[in-house]
C-alpha cells in the first residue's frame, strides 16, 4: 500500500482546510486508516481514525468536534475536514494505514503499517 496525502496550507485561525490520502493498492480498503501529526520539536501524535469498513471513527480530544475524518472506498481515499483551526494544529499531518480489518481505535505511530509522506499545515493567529 502506497499513501500520497495532499491539501495542506496557510490557513487563518478559524479557517478550514480539507487533507485528502490517496491510497494505491486494492487491499487499501481492507485496512482501518488515521491521521496523525507532528509539530517542530515534538512528537508524532495521534489525530483522528477510521474503520476499515468506515463505520466507526475516533477523534483525539484536541480536534473532536472541528475535525472530521472519512473514507470513499471507491477512490481509495481518506479525507481530513478541519475546521476552526488553531495556531497549534500547525504541524506536518501524515495519513497511514492501520491494522487490516481494524476498527478505529487511538493508536500509537507504532500500531500503523504503511505511512504517507506529510503534508504541511500551518495556521496564522
Known amino acids: 500500500v502506497q499513501l500520497q496525502a495532499s491539501g495542506g496550507g496557510l490557513v487563518q485561525a478559524g479557517g478550514s482546510l480539507s487533507l485528502s490520502c490517496a491510497a494505491s493498492?486494492?487491499?487499501?480498503?481492507?485496512?482501518?486508516a488515521g491521521w496523525f501529526r507532528q509539530a517542530p520539536g515534538k512528537e508524532r501524535e495521534f489525530v483522528a481514525a477510521i474503520s476499515w469498513s468506515g463505520g466507526t471513527t475516533t477523534y483525539a480530544d484536541s480536534v473532536k468536534g472541528r475535525f472530521t475524518i472519512s473514507r470513499d472506498k471507491v477512490k481509495n481515499t481518506v479525507y481530513l475536514q478541519m475546521s476552526s483551526l488553531k495556531p497549534e494544529d500547525t504541524a506536518v499531518y501524515y495519513c497511514a494505514a492501520g491494522p487490516r480489518l481494524g476498527a478505529a481505535t487511538m493508536w500509537e505511530p507504532s500500531d500503523m503499517n504503511y505511512w504517507g509522506k506529510g503534508t504541511q499545515v500551518t495556521v496564522s493567529s
Open positions: 493498492g486494492r487491499t487499501f480498503n481492507a485496512y482501518a
